[in-house]
Structure formats: C-alpha cells, structure tokens
Antibody, heavy 119, light 107 residues
Framework: EVQLVESGGGLVQPGRSLKLSCAAS????????MAWVRQAPKKGLEWVAT????????YYPDSVKGRFTISRDNAKSSLYLQMNSLKSEDTATYYC????????????WGQGVMVTVSS | DIQMTQSPASLSASLGETVTIECRAS??????LAWYQQKPGKSPQLLIY???SLHTGVPSRFSGSGSGTQYSLKINSLQSEDVASYFC?????????FGSGTKLEIK
C-alpha cells in the first residue's frame, strides 16, 4: 500500500524558514517523480514543486520560485520542501504527492501538514 | 500559463441522479487532464487521468470525457459518499494548474 506521511509543519513568523518532510513507503520511491501541492484554508489546490527521480531536475511556479527548494533522499525514501522567506500567503496545508510514471498528475497523496505564517 | 475554468462552483443533486462537472482550458491540452475528489477534511484522491481513464479502485459510476479545451466529469447514480469537492488539473504543460473546484452536495 502506498503511504506518504508529511511532517514538519507549524506556526512560523513572516520572513522565517521551515522545512517539510515526507516519508514514503509501499512503492519503489526512486522510480517516481514527486511533488508538493498546497491548499490555502477553504481554497483550491496549487502545485508548488516537482522533482525528478534522481533529483537532477526541479520545477516550480513563479509564486515560490527562488524561495522554496524541493529535494529528495532516495536512500531514505524521503521528500523535502525547504521554504524560505515565508509570507502570509504561504499559509496552507501542504500535501506530498506521487506523480504517475511518465505523466504529471498526482496518483497518491499524503494526509497533509499545516503551515501557518503569522506574526 | 494554462488557465482552467471549472463550472459550476457548487452543485446540489438528489441521490440516484446523474451530475456533470465541466472544465475548460485556455488552450488545447491534448487530453492531459485529471480529476480529483476531495472529501471534507481529507486529502484529494485521483479519479480520472488522461481525460477518460479510471484510476485503480474508482467506481465505474465515475467517467470522464472531452478533448481539446473542453472536458467533463460525470457521476452516475449519485450516492451519499460522493459528497465532496471535485477539481480538474491540466498536466499538458508546466506550470501545472487546477480548476477552482466544484462542491457537490446532496439535496
């Protein structure tokens, strides 16, 4: 069974940093692209970052480019999101998601972790 | 960026009815479209990919169709467990973008 478990969320002040982690199990982690998707309270879904199987390629929307960094450790079956210079508009539930092989949709999602950016 | 316009924003239907949710892309996305279901308080779950392929374990009362810029999700024989928000997503090109969602309720 595919399982994705996020951790590392919490309350952080504007301008500070936070690092999210996602522990994967139930599949060969190194064979899949992975991603982060977020959802602001009572709002829709927003793609945040994607990383290739080896970690050599990463993709971001303009809203987080230069502030967020996605990375992975295939030996530990873990995905990470380093978030710097956080803004109030980054407040959201962050989901770790697996991307289907060769395609860029999300076939399995974690339960999500809440990040609140507030002074 | 490809904009995804989803309609309606909310929908109320009776048990056993058939409902349809629409998604329009701002340019041709060549069937690079997925649909997700998000039940209250839960994470999204994949329903449909490639516009019309059913994900593993998804009931056959869900179906997807469309091409070019116009796509739809149909739910036959609406059941109480279908109460949820539904989102479309294009994956033809980066940045990956979602529709704004449709909230489905039972009358």
């Amino acid at each position: 069974e595919v399982q994705l478990v996020e951790s590392g969320g919490g309350l952080v002040q504007p301008g500070r940093s936070l690092k999210l982690s996602c522990a994967a199990s139930g599949f060969t982690f190194s064979n899949y692209y992975m991603a982060w998707v977020r959802q602001a309270p009572k709002k829709g879904l927003e793609w945040v970052a994607t990383i290739s199987t080896s970690g050599s390629r990463t993709y971001y929307p303009d809203s987080v480019k230069g502030r967020f960094t996605i990375s992975r450790d295939n030996a530990k079956s873990s995905l990470y999101l380093q978030m710097n210079s956080l803004k109030s508009e980054d407040t959201a539930t962050y989901y770790c998601a697996r991307m289907d092989r060769g395609r860029y949709y999300f076939d399995y999602w974690g339960q999500g972790v809440m990040v609140t950016v507030s002074s | 960026d490809i904009q995804m316009t989803q309609s309606p924003a909310s929908l109320s239907a009776s048990l056993g009815e058939t409902v349809t949710i629409e998604c329009r892309a701002s340019e041709d996305i060549y069937n690079g479209l997925a649909w997700y279901q998000q039940k209250p308080g839960k994470s999204p779950q994949l329903l449909i990919y490639n516009a019309n392929s059913l994900h593993t374990g998804v009931p056959s009362r869900f179906s997807g169709s469309g091409s070019g810029t116009q796509y739809s999700l149909k739910i036959n024989s609406l059941q109480s467990e279908d109460v949820a928000s539904y989102f479309c997503q294009q994956y033809y090109n980066y940045p990956l973008t979602f529709g704004s969602g449709t909230k489905l309720e039972i009358k």
